[in-house]
């Protein structure tokens, strides 16, 4: 929750006048709107992974592992699946495995990949961290379970209208 609030809502204000100056505002506000709301969920979402000296996208890198069939996958696979950049994920597993909750090995099939394991230290926060994360509800506040379902159809909408994956 951000520590001072506005006494009006800016993205209202913001629309009031692109209307006067543009036009309509409907997509400038949704577009806005979604955008400050990933700010605050990533804002809340990072405090709670403080604790175990995480951010939000180094704990996807080891939920990612978790889930995957050997504890292990080539880094680019990890950059494809989490849809970033190799150099984030480079990063983020610089950052993991001086944490000693990753560790860099030979790809045995491709000796030219190096693929990152999580380790037993790795698995263990991480599944102490996700009941963090999910105590807070993923920081999805002020929705239902309905409201969170039929939002995330709508977002799903537009990443499939821009191409984000096939269906």
């Known amino acids: 929750m951000p520590e001072s609030r506005l006494p009006f809502d800016p993205i209202d204000r913001a629309g009031d006048l692109w209307e006067e100056h543009f036009g309509d505002a409907t997509a400038m506000r949704l577009a806005t709107s979604v955008m400050r709301v990933q700010q605050l969920m990533i804002s809340a979402l990072d405090a709670a992974l403080k604790p175990f000296g995480l951010t939000f996208s180094r704990y996807e890198v080891l939920v990612l592992l978790l889930f995957s069939q050997h504890g292990s996958l080539p880094l680019s696979k990890i950059g494809e699946r989490l849809m970033v950049h190799p150099t984030s994920v480079t990063s983020a597993i610089d950052r993991l495995e001086a944490q000693g909750y990753v560790v860099r090995m030979p790809d045995e099939a491709d000796r030219r990949r190096t693929l990152a394991r999580i380790t037993a230290e790795g698995r263990s926060t991480v599944r102490k961290a996700t009941k963090a994360v999910c105590a807070i509800d993923f920081a999805v506040t002020g929705l239902t379970g309905d409201e969170q379902a039929a939002a995330?159809?709508?977002?799903?909408?537009?990443?499939?209208?821009?191409?984000?994956?096939?269906?």
């Open 152 to 167: 995330y159809d709508l977002l799903r909408q537009l990443r499939q209208a821009s191409g984000d994956f096939a269906d």
